[in-house]
């Protein structure tokens, strides 16, 4: 692969970071030097991935910062994204082993949870390079990297379990409030560090142990099973865009919207069925049934058009969303629910839509990344302008209760389980409500919306029966 001008004269310029150590008789040996090597090329991965992200560092770049070979570094490690796994592994033992280490003094479990954000907050202070490098540069490394992320997570998650059952009542929320607990604060630092304000976090520590705290309740494993989207699909609440698991997306509808907007569905549903990386100029406008010089008129490359194509799909969930929920005439926690029950149930039915915003939407790196921000954002705005005065959540908590529920939904997504999802529903909904209204009251609106479902189910289904009763019923093989 050649190398750009801007990127050679980049290289040209840089110095070693750190100081080469040699093996000499009395000193240091060979595995010594070795050791040492490595440690070196991880803090050059950290300090260019810090500087300009994962995609632009390179093997030339990274060699020059550490002051070794380009066969050094393929004596260590397999390749670029070989030591950038490397070094993500050494970021998260390290913050890890500090956090332990903040909450080791403290014996009461609020406190050891505070201990807890403060380390953590302190972490991406103070080494913002690493951190950007676990928080946000490692979405665009490859699948390995977001199974190491899942690891990390899974790390940090026992962490909070443990603290937790510290508590005289050993009161644990359920695994998967847990991981949405453990997304959010993640979110939290993430938002802040694309946005250069990472030095506010350690005084948000407070805030965010309160908005961990209210989930704890006895009463969530009322929950259990409660899927509040079916109400919904039986009432044609929810249009599903993509089309249905196992179907071809190659092709856009002759007729379908301006040319724009079809190459714009067309690249989403290549990236949805091929993967992001497979498109192609060509590939894009003869799907979307355009000239190669349309597509050339509206875009400079297939980057930009997938990005926008991503937008305009989760753009088109996330208004039917809330258009179902804070739009409709009722109270603001039952339109929680029913915004969050509309798109639980278009991830779960929309291959396009669960692929591309869950899944190939990080194959752009850290634009990928700032558009899923974007995204969760504009839902957390609705959240809270709908919502009245005494119950309108802080930016802050908004912020970690939409970063928890997008974590959770990007769990099942990721492990093929999308499926699943609507079962999930009423903790889902839980997530969303605890913080607002208290873990008992939102228990207590989310089981009534779960009843006024089956009375509607029940009716519905009354209604079939006598229907069929009546003369001159039509059964569905004799409709033309």
Not at 123 to 139: G, I, Q, W, Y
Request: charged share 25%; net charge positive.
């Amino acid at each position: 692969m050649s190398i750009s001008l801007s990127e050679a004269s980049r290289t040209a310029e840089l110095a070693p970071l750190y100081e080469q150590l040699r093996p000499r008789s009395g000193g240091p040996g060979r595995e010594d030097v070795a050791l040492h090597q490595r440690a070196r090329l991880h803090a050059a991965m950290i300090e260019a991935v810090g500087e300009h992200g994962y995609g632009a560092t390179t093997i030339r770049e990274l060699t020059a910062l550490a002051g070794v070979s380009t066969r050094t570094l393929y004596t260590q490690f397999a390749g670029k994204q070989d030591c950038f796994l490397s070094a993500y592994d050494i970021v998260v033992r390290r913050a890890a082993r500090r956090i332990v280490a903040a909450q080791g003094s403290e014996r009461d479990w609020r406190a050891r949870l505070r201990r807890a954000f403060e380390a953590f907050a302190r972490e991406v202070v103070r080494e913002p390079k690493a951190a950007r490098l676990a928080l946000v540069e490692a979405f665009g490394a490859g699948p390995a990297a977001i199974e190491r992320m899942e690891h990390a997570s899974g790390l940090f998650e026992a962490m909070v379990v443990t603290s937790f059952e510290r508590a005289p009542d050993r009161l644990v929320p359920p695994p998967m409030v847990v991981k949405g607990i453990v997304a959010g604060v993640a979110r939290v630092a993430r938002v802040r560090l694309l946005d250069g304000r990472s030095a506010e976090l350690p005084a948000l520590a407070d805030e965010l142990l309160a908005w961990v705290l209210s989930y704890r309740s006895p009463a969530v494993a009322r929950l259990e099973g409660v899927e509040l989207e079916r109400r919904l699909a039986r009432r044609g609440a929810v249009p599903r865009a993509g089309g249905v698991a196992g179907e071809r997306h190659d092709r856009v509808e002759d007729g379908a919207g301006d040319a724009r907007t079809r190459i714009l569905q067309a690249a989403a549903k290549i990236a949805a069925s091929r993967g992001a990386l497979e498109l192609t100029p060509r590939s894009i406008s003869a799907a979307a049934g355009v000239s190669g010089e349309t597509f050339a008129e509206l875009f400079d490359h297939c980057g930009e058009c997938f990005l926008a194509g991503l937008e305009h799909v989760c753009t088109q969930a996330l208004e039917r969303a809330t258009r179902a929920g804070f739009a409709a005439d009722e109270d603001w926690p039952d339109g929680v629910q029913r915004a969050l029950a509309t798109l639980v149930y278009q991830v779960a039915t929309d291959p396009v839509l669960a692929n591309v915003a869950f899944v190939e939407v990080f194959a752009l790196g850290p634009a990928g990344v700032r558009c899923r921000e974007s995204l969760m954002r504009g839902f957390a705005e609705a959240l809270r302008a709908g919502a009245p005065p005494s119950q309108r959540p802080s930016e802050l908590v908004a912020e970690a209760t939409v970063g928890a529920v997008w974590g959770i939904m990007h769990h099942y997504v990721a492990h093929g389980a999308a499926s699943r999802l609507p079962a999930l529903t009423g903790q889902l909904s839980y997530v969303a409500l605890a913080p607002m209204l208290g873990a008992e009251d939102a228990i207590e609106r989310i089981m009534t919306e779960q009843t006024r479902g089956r009375a509607s189910g029940r009716a519905s289904r009354a209604s079939v029966r006598a229907d069929s009763t009546a003369p001159n019923h039509k059964t569905s093989r004799n409709i033309p």
